[in-house]
Every structure is written in structure tokens, then in C-alpha cells.
Nanobody, 123 residues
């Protein structure tokens, strides 16, 4: 059974950094496309970044500030978030798609989801 567990969220001041981790079990992350999404209160779930064997895809709102990466040995995907802004405040979710070469923003294309980790950026 595929399981995704996020960690690394917390409270940070604007301009600060956080690194989120998504530990995966039940499959090898190299066989899946991996993505990060976020959802702020009262808003729809929003694409952040995705990685597989194709060029990495980032939402325009995070391009240049966030970096997605993966460690196959640890079966873990990371999201390094720098220059954080209050509008980055949200619950961040890790997701896996069985469409190996998909790095799109459509959440319906992702088959497995973690429970989410809260990121709060104070001004």
C-alpha cells in the first residue's frame, strides 16, 4: 500500500525558509511522478511543483523561490521553500501520480496523497 507522510511545516517569518519532506513507502518514487500542492483556508487546492523524469514544473507564484527534489535512496521528495511570503501560508500536500511522465497541475491526475503539513508565514 502506498503511503506518503509529510513533515517540516511550521511557523516562519516572511523572508525565511523551510524544507518540507515527503517520505514514501510501498513503492519506489522513481516509478511515479511526485508533486506538491497547497490549500489555504477558503481556497481551492493549488499546484506548487512536480518532478519526474521530465523537466521539473513549478507554479509561477513559486518559481525562483521553491525547489523540488528527490532522494531515491531515502525514497523521499523535498520542497525547499525560500523567501517565504505570507501568501504562501497553507496546508502543503505531497502527491504521487502513477502516470510516470506527468508533471502537470491537475490534482485529479494524482492517485495518492499525504495528510498535509501546515506552513504559516507571518508578516
Amino acid at each position: 500500500q502506498v503511503q506518503l507522510v509529510e513533515s517540516g511545516g511550521g511557523l516562519v517569518q516572511a523572508g525565511g525558509s523551510l524544507r518540507l519532506s515527503c517520505a514514501s513507502s510501498g513503492y519506489a518514487i522513481g516509478n511515479y511522478a511526485m508533486g506538491w500542492f497547497r490549500q489555504a483556508p477558503g481556497k481551492e487546492r493549488e499546484f506548487v511543483a512536480a518532478i519526474n523524469w521530465s523537466p521539473i514544473n513549478y507554479a509561477n507564484s513559486v518559481k525562483g523561490r521553491f525547489t523540488i527534489s528527490r532522494d531515491h535512496a531515502k525514497n523521499t521528495v523535498y520542497l525547499q521553500m525560500n523567501s517565504l511570503k505570507p501568501e504562501d501560508t497553507a496546508v502543503y500536500y505531497c502527491a504521487a501520480s502513477t502516470s510516470t511522465y506527468y508533471t502537470g497541475s491537475d490534482p485529479t491526475q494524482y492517485d495518492y496523497w499525504g495528510q498535509g503539513t501546515q506552513v504559516t508565514v507571518s508578516s
